[in-house]
């Protein structure tokens, strides 16, 4: 794991509503009940704190387009972050969305990122660690070198900032206690700070663990048999649309993980993001 001031991006995930249901999303869309969308002031707020971290703070969600104030807080992010590579913005452009000009205009950095082929592959996120390694020492080995968070983020929910951003996708799901008050100096935290966030996420998720992925396409989710008790308990649901699958995959023998691992598939990565941009290029001026 690394420290939270050595990171590159910080997420602000501003909703949890999202037009798709890919297998394995690390916010675990289709299981709750229903979505949030994180208030106004709470996005100013992250967005301040973040004012001094080097990094790109980024909007993502679920879909962020989707957010009823998008066009407030993309503005707001403008104001407060003058560099325009520092406002990122993580999306799946949903068609008919209306804001092409103004993400041209206020995103310096955009990850476009269509879920929805069967190229792109997702890692067995609600398959437990703690189920599928029985020897603990190695459990934790292999959380403590997770390349999620090693290569991705931070982020900060409507109940807080947390140390990785899938933790903070459990916390928001099951009822978590919430993440670190977010104040103007919260993401110089060290590795040492995390272990009440890393104990309680950790074990329940699959992201750390050599395990076949799957298809995003394919519209279900691995889960463990501990896990998929904890969603019926929350009455998720994924689980009653039959959109769950207790994991019978097995660990692999080879893992390379890096940050775009999930688009290994595609045969073209600057053919596959073009195809999207211009899915954005069509939009432009849209909406009136
Ligand atoms: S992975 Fe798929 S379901 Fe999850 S947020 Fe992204 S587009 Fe939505
Ligand atoms: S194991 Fe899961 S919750 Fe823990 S750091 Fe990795 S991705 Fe985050």
């Not at 992250?46 to 807080?73: C, N, Q, R, T, Y």
């Not at 999306?91 to 310096?108: A, C, M, R, T």
């Not at 968070?149 to 982020?155: E, L, T, V």
Request: net charge negative; charged share 25%; hydrophobic share 35%.
């Amino acid at each position: 794991m690394r420290p939270l001031y050595e990171m590159e991006i910080i997420q602000i995930d501003v909703t949890n509503a999202c037009a798709n249901s890919c297998s394995n999303c690390t916010r675990l869309i289709g299981h709750h009940r229903k979505p949030f969308f994180m208030g106004f002031d709470i996005f100013c707020n992250a967005v301040d704190s973040l004012a001094d971290f080097p990094g790109i703070v980024g909007m993502i969600g679920g879909e962020p387009l989707l957010h009823p104030d998008f066009e407030k807080m993309a503005h707001y992010m403008a104001r407060k972050l003058p560099d325009p590579k520092r406002r990122g913005l993580w999306s799946s452009i949903p068609k008919g969305n209306k804001y092409g000009s103004l993400i041209k205009e206020v995103f310096g950095t955009q990850y476009f990122n269509d879920h929805t082929v069967n190229t792109i592959l997702h890692q067995p996120v609600l398959v437990a660690a703690e189920e599928v390694v029985k020897d603990k020492e190695e459990m934790w080995e292999l959380i403590d070198h997770c390349w999620v968070q090693n290569m991705w983020s931070a982020s900060i929910t409507p109940k807080g900032a947390f140390f990785c951003e899938v933790a903070a996708s459990f916390d928001m799901l099951f009822g978590g206690p919430g993440g670190w008050e977010v104040g103007p100096d919260w993401w110089k935290r060290g590795v040492d700070e995390f272990d009440e966030q890393k104990n309680r996420a950790c074990p329940k998720c699959g992201c750390a663990i050599p395990l076949e992925r799957r298809p995003s396409v394919d519209n279900i989710d691995d889960v463990s048999p501990v896990n998929l008790e904890l969603l019926r308990r929350i009455r998720s649901p994924g689980v009653a649309k039959g959109r769950t699958q207790l994991y019978t995959g097995r660990r692999v023998e080879s893992w390379s993980p890096h940050s775009n691992w999930y688009m290994d598939e595609v045969d073209d990565e600057m053919e596959y993001r073009k195809r999207i941009s211009d899915r954005l290029d069509g939009q432009l001026g849209g909406g009136e």
